[in-house]
């Protein structure tokens, strides 16, 4: 079945450093891809998402290209602040409609 | 505004009383399902349903039961909790399994 493996983390960044958190997915056909995040103490919420080979999901400046070479849909921010610390999630649906999530990437950004 | 409302956002309970965790989207939403996080492990999804009466089993399903006789709710139930159950739970909902999610809140559970 489908699957995503996400770069373990924590990472921890200086304010305005290059962001890359990894994701690779195993996949039958082209589903959609999503990045999610969470802030401490809330649910997850959309941060990007892509619907087919070779999209680019944007958003906050972060971005992630669905690339079907590598199958890949590494999550990049050029230069993060301290209000980007949170958790990152990488997820897609499978076949049996089930949704298949990464397991987090904490993001600690220091001033 | 577009909400997935979940209750009670916090428990402490007892092994093997049985308790409901409600979910609620005003969004006219198909797509609805329940998930576990646990730390190292990322979000599980527990049931989802992809209309009103059909549910299907996730990845964890063992120990909690579902129902969807309304296209709104969701309820998460289990019927005899055990402490291998204390989670941060998560309900969410999409209009298809193809469309980003809506998550609520979530509920923390400590079944002692």
């Known amino acids: 079945g489908n699957s995503v493996t996400q770069m373990e983390g924590p990472v921890t960044l200086s304010e305005e450093a290059f962001l890359t958190i990894n994701c690779t997915y195993t996949a039958t056909g082209y589903p959609s891809l999503f990045w999610y995040v969470q802030y401490p103490g809330e649910g997850l919420q959309l941060l990007l998402k892509a619907t087919k080979a070779d999209d680019k999901g944007s958003n906050k400046g972060f971005e992630a290209t669905y690339r079907k070479e590598t199958t890949s849909f590494h999550l990049e921010k050029g230069s993060v602040q301290v209000s980007d610390s949170a958790v990152y999630f990488c997820a897609l649906p499978s076949r049996n409609n089930d949704m298949r999530f990464g397991a987090g990437t904490r993001l600690t950004v220091k001033p | 505004e577009a909400q997935v409302t979940q209750n009670p956002r916090y428990l402490i309970t007892v092994t093997g009383k049985k308790l409901t965790v409600t979910c609620s989207q005003n969004?006219?939403?198909?797509?609805m399902s329940w998930y576990r996080q646990d730390p190292g492990l990322g979000l599980r999804q527990i049931y989802y349903?992809?209309?009103?009466?059909?549910?299907d089993k996730g990845d964890v399903p063992e120990g909690y039961k579902v129902s969807r006789k309304e296209k709104r709710n969701f309820p998460l139930i289990l019927e005899s909790p055990s402490p291998n159950q204390t989670s941060l739970y998560f309900c969410?909902?999409?209009?298809?399994?193809?469309?980003?999610?809506?998550f609520g809140d979530g509920t923390r559970l400590s079944i002692l």
């Open positions: 969410a909902s999409s209009l298809t399994q193809h469309q980003p999610q809506h």
């Open positions: 969004m006219n939403h198909e797509y």
């Open positions: 349903s992809m209309n009103v009466e059909v549910t």
